[in-house]
C-alpha cells in the first residue's frame, strides 16, 4: 500500500517484536481450559429436526396455539344454528343483528323476484371485436 503519510511509513519501517514466551503459554494454557471437552454430538431423529425447524421457543410456540384454539373457538360460537330445517337462527341474537338479518333478507328476496319477473329484458351486446388491419381510420394517441 502506497501512502504519503509519514505515520504509516514509520509503522511499515518498525520490525516486529516476539512475544515472550510465558505470556504465550499462559494465554494458550487460559485458551485451552476455556475449550469445552470435544463430546460427540448424537444423531438428531425427525422429531428432533421438525421441532428445530417449527418450534426454536417453546413459550412462542405454546402463545401461537392458544391464540388459534381461541380463534377457532370463537368463529365456532359464532356460527348460525339450525333449530329446524329452512329455518337459521343466530347463536346470540340481539335486536339490531336480529333487525339486520331481517332486512338483507328482505332485500335478497326482493333481488330475486325482480330477477325473475323481467327474464325479457336482455343485456346490451357486446360490440364486436374487430382485428387491428380492419380498424382503418381508428388511432389512438396516448
Not at 49 to 67: D, I, K
Request: hydrophobic share 40%.
Amino acid at each position: 500500500m502506497k501512502t504519503d503519510d509519514p505515520f504509516e511509513r514509520l509503522l511499515a519501517e518498525q520490525s516486529l517484536k516476539p512475544v515472550p514466551s510465558h505470556w504465550r503459554d499462559s494465554i494458550l494454557a487460559t485458551a485451552e481450559a476455556a475449550r469445552s471437552p470435544a463430546t460427540p454430538r448424537p444423531q438428531a431423529g425427525l422429531w428432533d429436526t421438525l421441532r428445530f425447524l417449527f418450534c426454536p421457543s417453546p413459550r412462542v410456540a405454546m402463545g401461537l396455539g392458544g391464540v388459534w384454539i381461541l380463534i377457532f373457538g370463537l368463529n365456532y360460537l359464532s356460527l348460525p344454528t339450525v333449530d329446524r330445517p329452512g329455518r337459521v337462527t343466530l347463536a346470540s341474537s340481539s335486536p339490531v343483528l336480529r333487525l339486520a338479518w331481517l332486512e338483507q333478507q328482505r332485500l335478497r328476496q326482493q333481488l330475486l323476484s325482480e330477477e325473475i319477473s323481467s327474464p325479457g329484458s336482455t343485456p346490451s351486446p357486446v360490440p364486436a371485436l374487430r382485428p387491428r388491419s380492419a380498424r382503418s381510420g381508428q388511432t389512438r394517441v396516448c
